[in-house]
């Protein structure tokens, strides 16, 4: 499996099917945050997580893909997703704004993304999210969780990978903290920095937890 990071909360997950390759593409933002999203991404699958700017511009995205915008259990390609409901703690007038998380199956890995949670987990939703091999959390403050909130979902989840998302890059608009902000918060981590992150199950940690930061 290929994970790369287009920004804010937009990844590309290349993934190994007993049916061929599949692309899935998370959060594709607007140009109005300030980044410009990849104009060339083709995909089989998206996962939308709110209607928002950071992640509503699946119309960008070539290759008429499968969207998941809402909860539920879904089978597409071989690949098992979760689209689970996490309203935000942040309100737009007078109600909490809606938004998913996911949790993803694929070459025998779990993974979940957090989408723009803004808040710790919920007892249910930790349940839905059970044996989490890697956890793609935003982490940059503001409208997202903040790093020490970053951090206390991290140990409630106990992912053998994270990879940061939503925090400060050039261009943004946004004010957010930077991806050291948040790994000021673990003190002594093991971090590694790449542009893409190639994982197999039998490459997964088996003992300190691995910090992924993916660059643009």
């Known amino acids: 499996m290929d994970i790369s990071w287009n920004g804010l909360s937009s990844f590309e997950i290349k993934t ?4 061929g390759p599949v692309r899935i593409v998370t959060d594709p933002y607007q140009n109005s945050t ?11 699958l998206v996962l939308q997580s709110s209607d928002e ?9 070539g290759g008429d893909p499968y969207v998941i915008d809402m909860a539920g ?12 409901n996490a309203p935000l703690k942040r309100e737009e007038k007078g109600k909490s704004v809606e938004s998913l998380i996911f ?12 989408g723009a949670l803004d808040r710790a987990l919920t007892d249910e939703e930790l349940q839905q999210l059970e044996r989490i091999d890697v956890l793609m959390i935003p982490v940059g403050g503001g409208r997202v969780m903040s790093p020490k909130v970053a951090a206390e979902v991290i140990s409630q989840v106990e992912p053998r990978v994270v990879i940061p998302m939503s925090y400060a890059v050039p261009s943004l608009k946004e ?22 992150y190639k ?3 039998k490459d997964l940690p088996e003992e300190d937890m691995l910090i992924m930061t993916l660059t643009k």
């Open 103 to 114: 949790c993803i199956e694929a070459e025998e890995m779990r993974l979940a993304h957090l």
């Open 199 to 201: 994982v197999a199950r």
């Open 16 to 19: 190994a099917t007993t049916n």
């Open 34 to 44: 300030g980044l410009r999203f990849p104009r060339t991404l083709q995909a089989e």
């Open 53 to 61: 700017e950071d992640a509503n511009n699946v119309s960008a995205i």
């Open 73 to 84: 259990e879904f089978e597409i390609k071989n690949i098992f997703v979760f689209g689970i």
């Open 175 to 196: 004010t957010l903290l930077s991806v050291d902000e948040f790994c000021k918060e673990f003190g002594a981590c093991r971090r590694e920095d790449s542009n893409k």
